[in-house]
């Protein structure tokens, strides 16, 4: 059965820090996701990531794919107060279903 | 992308009574898949919707409770039946467009 664990679950930055959110799965996918749900709303799709090696940016997100270690990330840089959200890493199961992790409730500080 | 309505947006039900959530999806599409969200919680896959063949549920789901249909490649419903207040949640469609995964806006449910 695929699992999906990310960390950190909260993550309380300061305006101007950089961090990382991890996720982990344990079986081979084709792809993983990236999305963000702010309170009350629903899931808005970052990246989609389908290869080994894949790297995509977005503004102050960045997100990396190594199917061998089953790791992807989700790099923040100079976080800013508009990017406190929920996000959610998921992973492809089969035929397009999904397996989310536990999802990493980020506050910026200013 | 593809763009999913559903309705209700939200609704308060009492336990023991049923609620069907519709989806309707502006392009035709093969699968289409029901989440649950649990408050504060991550989405689980409850089922997934092909047209023209029962539903395909998933551990711990079972369609007495989740019955579910898909008369056409747009549109799709979820019945919540005989509520209790652990079924409290926000309900999502999700459908494949591409590469990408696309949510709905999500039913939230609250049942009393």
């Known amino acids: 059965e695929l699992k999906v664990e990310q960390n950190p679950l909260f993550l309380s930055m300061q305006e101007g820090k950089n961090y990382t959110i991890y996720c982990n799965y344990s079986?081979?996918?084709?792809?993983l996701y990236w999305y963000r749900q702010d309170p009350g709303k629903s899931l808005e799709s970052l990246f989609v990531l389908l290869s080994n090696g894949a790297v995509k940016q977005e503004g102050r997100l960045m997100a990396s794919l190594d199917t061998k270690a089953r790791l992807s990330t989700l790099h923040i840089t100079a976080a800013v107060h508009d990017l406190s959200a929920t996000y959610f890493c998921a992973v492809d199961a089969n035929n397009n279903d999904m397996r989310f992790g536990a999802g990493t409730r980020l506050t910026v500080k200013p | 992308s593809a763009v999913i309505s559903q309705k209700p947006s939200r609704d308060i039900c009492q336990r023991g009574t049923s609620l069907t959530i519709q989806c309707q999806v502006d392009?035709?599409?093969?699968?289409m898949f029901w989440y649950r969200q649990q408050p504060g919680q991550s989405l689980t896959l409850i089922a997934t919707a092909n047209q023209g063949s029962e539903a395909t549920y998933e551990s711990g789901f079972v369609i007495d409770k989740f019955p579910i249909s898909r008369p056409n490649l747009t549109f799709s419903t979820l019945t919540v039946s005989n509520m209790s207040p652990e079924d409290s949640s926000i309900y999502l469609c999700?459908?494949?467009?591409?590469?990408?995964?696309?949510f709905g806006p999500g039913t939230r449910l609250t049942v009393l």
């Open positions: 999700s459908v494949p467009d591409g590469v990408e995964g696309v």
């Open positions: 079986t081979t996918s084709d792809r």
């Open positions: 392009s035709q599409v093969t699968m």
